[in-house]
């Protein structure tokens, strides 16, 4: 720690400017692969974090979905998509149950999570029976278990978010590459 | 390293390495397995009602029951990469007012380690089977699948549907009596 703070009396205002010019191209960086990522995935949210234990024992909290939303690889029942109910932020990880389509392309689904003993009727909005395409944020195609533990620490103590931030934010501002 | 801090901080980055190194080889190592296998599956007793649901709509829309068996044998499907198979059952027909209709009436979970030999006779069904309307009476193409959730440790969820479905035909008559 000491040798840290040694380099930050030797910088000059060049270098400290050279250095928050690299704290910027990492987290630009960062905003790049994201944004990739949901382009070529064609998903708002291209990875996702499981919040509940409502599909056990297949995930578990804390696992890691990547998900895809392609157009013309359409739904079909059985498959693991995630949801978000209209009106609420929380994306919900359940199975396809039921499936109608008509001739003109419009489908609804039925949905019910693997650990649940009931379809998700009782999730959807007041008076909404099925969900639509429009709900569905992407279908799970790969699985990384435990990695998503983290963002649910930070979401569920933002002091822990805050502090971790800070000190990245702090050590690659100061430290000498 | 002389310090307690830089001893942990090298055994905790060590251990993150080896963990991410094993879960990538768990990935690699069965990701380009062929998870097919047959099935065989019997329907022994075929019936429609036409009731109100309750659970939808309220409109009387039919209601689809069939008693089946089935027989799989699962086994060579599982490997240290497979925490478990997410059976379904699926039966797959096509009405005047929707051109696909997907119901699951069953499924099953099965984790490595259980008995992966299904032999069941005269299942009932564990769903529900409602139509969208009332397309089910007389309908001489239902099909039932089944399928399968491989569900890794880590990397890809492949679905895949047995060899061998069944077709049947529901009744041009409702049932009226309770089974």
Known sequence: MDSLFEDLRRMNKRQFLYQVLSFGMIVSSALMIWKGLMVVTGSESPIVVVLSGSMEPAFHRGDLLFLTNYEQDPIRVGEIVVFKVEGRDIPIVHRVLKLHERSNGTVKFLTKGDNNSVDDRGLYAPGQLWLTKKDIVGRARGLLPYVGMVTIYMNEYPKVKYALLAGLAGYVLIHRE | ?179
């Open chain 2, 1 to 179: 390293m002389h310090s307690a801090f830089t001893r942990c901080h090298a055994l905790a980055a060590y251990t993150v390495s080896v963990l991410a190194g094993l879960t990538f080889v768990c990935f690699v190592t069965t990701a380009f397995r062929d998870y097919s296998a047959n099935a065989d599956i019997n329907t022994v007793t075929v019936l429609v009602r036409n009731v109100p649901d309750y659970s939808a709509s309220r409109e009387k829309n039919d209601m689809g029951f069939m008693i089946f068996d089935l027989k799989a044998d699962l086994r060579p499907l599982f490997n240290w990469n497979v925490k478990q198979l997410f059976l379904y059952l699926t039966a797959e027909y096509e009405t005047p007012s929707n051109k696909l209709n997907q119901v699951v009436i069953w499924d099953k979970i099965i984790q490595r380690g259980e008995n992966a030999v299904l032999d069941h006779k005269n299942i009932r069904p564990k769903y529900y089977f409602w139509d969208d309307g009332n397309g089910l009476r007389g309908n001489k193409n239902v099909t039932l699948t089944l399928s399968w959730n491989v569900i890794p440790n880590a990397g890809h969820l492949p679905i895949l549907v047995a060899k061998g479905n069944h077709r049947f035909t529901f009744p041009e008559e409702y049932t009226t009596t309770k089974m």
